[in-house]
């Protein structure tokens, strides 16, 4: 589908008649612009969100790195222990000069034992083994090697989570838009109704005056003074409402746009302007360009990574380790047991044999969650396109709607106009004036909704078919 791809401004909104000395007139470009700066929470919440899964993604790359740790425990302790080795008689060797070696000074009987005929005596030798200070510490290196494709699978999910959160900003960023047109011109609409009540109760003031004169003059019964009055407090009553409607509208639109609730703003409301009129309910439907659907993909995507990861944890795993500790403790007889060094290298491998079931189990799981995202892919995707061709239908119908209700006020404005001749001139009854002022009324009221939900109704198209743009 082809639609206008240009920047525009949606809506052109002259300067608003009758502004006070305080209140700060804002367009609806300036409120957007507000809206998608750093003044929306709902964008702040997005772009931090997007932020946070940048460090994740960082995160998940570090594991395809060496793991470097460095350890260290010290301890004390009072345990301690005697150790006895006993003692005996020690033969004494003589030098053979013919065999040129060492012979024990001993005589072999003939049963086949021997008498020592000179010996050493070694005593019973006692030992004191304390443990007291024991310190060991080193450093090691851990450097995965194969794990199955779980450490390349984790990254690969990592950095579709964070395209993802790319994704959810954009959609974010479309509905701020949508939202915050739609406070403006509900801010326009109050200010338009308590136009339209300003203007009704003038009539009715204008008329209450001549009737009043007629009555003084005998010309007009009381009653007639009563049927205009009771007309003036409805109108006032309505005035009333309009300029609550209003404040109430401008404290939403704060709220979008990042204001206290309570500034003292205005908006402009004059100049209703809708582009672009290229747009037919006969255009075809393509929801391609829409966040929503690019989210969908990237969920199935998601959910095929999901599948990987899962089989990983079955796969063999290969890590290779190094370390380099030293050791130091313990005292047996007085002196230092343990005083050295020592370096390891190794490779360690896991290979899951049998896990009753659970490994084919969870694969099965992980594929059914992966056609379940493809089935509700298929759905939303449907629902996006039907929601698409309710919005060009509901932008179809506020055009026609926006034409009738202009034609049926320039209609209420020119009865309005005769009944008054003819009331004047005695031809038309006082009730029938008033319901010409009360239809002129309800025929502006309808103009102005109209208007309104135009706008409206073209801002929620173009999102609908992911181009929606507002201009610099």
Known sequence: MTIH????????????????????????HECLKMALSDNNKQLIKS??????????????????YPRLNLYATDCYSTASSDLTVDGGQLPIYNYSAATGTFLPNVTMNSDGTYTLNQYALFPDQTMKLKLKNI???????????????????????????????????????????????????????????????????????????NVESAFSHGLKTRNDV??????????????????????????????????????????TSEGINVMPAGI???????????????????????????VRLTRSDY????????????????????????????????????VPLFTFGESKNKIRSAKAKQTIAMTEQADLNEKMMLEQQQSLNNLDEARKEVALTSSAFTQAEEN?????????????????????????????????????????SMFKYLKSVGNIKIGD
Request: include cysteine; aromatic fraction near 8%; proline fraction near 2%.
């Open 416 to 456: 309005m106009r005769l009944s008054k001749q003819q009331y004047e001139v005695g031809y038309e009854s006082l009730s029938d004036y008033l319901e010409s002022q009360a239809m002129w009324q309800q025929a502006y009221a309808a103009k102005v909704e109209a208007q309104c939900q135009e706008v409206l």
């Open 5 to 28: 791809k240009a920047t525009f401004f949606i809506i052109a909104l002259l300067a608003a008649t009758g502004r006070t000395a305080i209140a700060q007139t804002l367009t609806i």
């Open 135 to 209: 310190f060991l510490g080193g450093i090691s290196v851990t450097q995965p090697i194969y794990m199955g494709g779980k450490i390349t699978t984790a990254y690969e999910m990592a950095r579709l989570g964070k395209e993802m959160t790319h994704v959810s900003t954009s959609l974010t960023h479309d509905e701020v838009i949508v939202e915050t047109v739609e406070a403006y011109m509900l801010a326009v609409k109050g200010k338009e109704m308590i136009e339209v009540a300003q203007k009704y109760y003038t009539l009715l003031d204008e008329l209450k005056k």
């Open 47 to 64: 772009r931090t969100k997007e932020e946070q899964m940048d460090y994740e993604l960082k995160a998940y790359k570090s594991n395809f």
């Open 280 to 306: 037919t309910s006969g255009q075809a439907i393509d929801i391609s360009n829409r966040p929503e659907y690019i989210l969908l993909n990237q969920q199935q995507q998601m959910a095929t990574q999901q």
């Open 315 to 350: 796969l063999p795993q290969v890590v290779a380790v190094g370390s380099y500790h030293y050791a130091n403790g313990g005292e047996l007889a007085g002196k230092r047991l343990i005083d050295n060094g020592a370096a390891t290298v190794g490779i360690g491998v896991k």
């Open 226 to 267: 009563m049927k205009v009055q009771v007309r003036q407090n409805e109108a006032e009553l309505n005035i009333s409402k309009a300029k609550n409607a209003y404040r109430l509208a401008k404290m939403n639109l704060c709220h979008y746009i990042g204001k206290p609730l309570t500034s003292d703003i205005d908006v």
